[in-house]
Antibody, heavy 119, light 107 residues
Framework: QLVESGGGLVQPGGSLRLSCTASGFTFSASWMHWVRQSPGTGLVSVSRIRSDGSTTSYVDSVKGRFTISRDNAKNTLFLQMDSLRAEDTAVYYC??????????????WGQGTLVTVSS | EIVLTQSPATLSVSPGDRATLSCRASQSVTNDLAWYQHKPGQAPRLLIFRATIRATGIPARFSGSGSGTDFTLTISSLQSEDFAVYYCQQYTIWPLSFGGGTKVEIK
């Protein structure tokens, strides 16, 4: 399973670090992703990271502001979010790629953590 | 970015009826398409991947079809636990993208 933490209320321009702790599968062999859902809207893929951390990708709207990373020794995925904007307000989910292919469906999801950017 | 358009936005169905959900891609995604079920406050659940393959533990009443740009999720006989929002997702190219969702509600 996956359990996210670290969400909360932050002012515009502020920073937040999300964590996602994995259990029950081989975390170090899995591509991992962050997906968000803003209020009243659908799901958006935000970032992904290869199993060994060597490759990362970001959606254009967060490039240069968000950083994905992982600690395979602690089975934990991170999302460092800087220069936060109101439009980053969303529930953030971590998810596992179904296979070791770089692009695949997500077969395990967390319950999500809410990030609210507001003054 | 590949845009996925789901229709209808809302589907009102009686328990026991068939539900047919559509997903259209702005360009071909071959068969790199998944379907998810999402209930409020819960984690999304993978139903179908590779357009037609049911994920582990998914009941046979869920089926997927299509390839290229047009895809369908069919729920053959709706159960009470199936009322939820359903999303399609393409994973042929980054950024991965999701459709806007179809809400299946009780008629």
């Amino acid at each position: 399973q996956l359990v996210e933490s670290g969400g909360g209320l932050v002012q515009p321009g502020g920073s937040l670090r999300l964590s996602c702790t994995a259990s029950g599968f081989t975390f170090s062999a899995s591509w991992m992703h962050w997906v968000r859902q803003s209020p009243g809207t659908g799901l958006v893929s935000v970032s992904r990271i290869r199993s060994d951390g060597s490759t990362t990708s970001y959606v254009d709207s967060v490039k240069g502001r968000f950083t994905i990373s992982r600690d395979n020794a602690k089975n934990t995925l991170f999302l460092q979010m800087d220069s936060l904007r109101a439009e980053d307000t969303a529930v953030y989910y971590c998810a596992r790629g179904r296979s070791d292919w770089s692009l695949d469906a997500f077969d395990i999801w967390g319950q999500g953590t809410l990030v609210t950017v507001s003054s | 970015e590949i845009v996925l358009t789901q229709s209808p936005a809302t589907l009102s169905v009686s328990p026991g009826d068939r539900a047919t959900l559509s997903c259209r891609a702005s360009q071909s995604v071959t068969n790199d398409l998944a379907w998810y079920q999402h209930k409020p406050g819960q984690a999304p659940r993978l139903l179908i991947f590779r357009a037609t393959i049911r994920a582990t533990g998914i009941p046979a009443r869920f089926s997927g079809s299509g390839s290229g740009t047009d895809f369908t999720l069919t729920i053959s006989s709706l159960q009470s636990e199936d009322f939820a929002v359903y999303y399609c997702q393409q994973y042929t190219i980054w950024p991965l993208s999701f459709g806007g969702g179809t809400k299946v509600e009780i008629k």
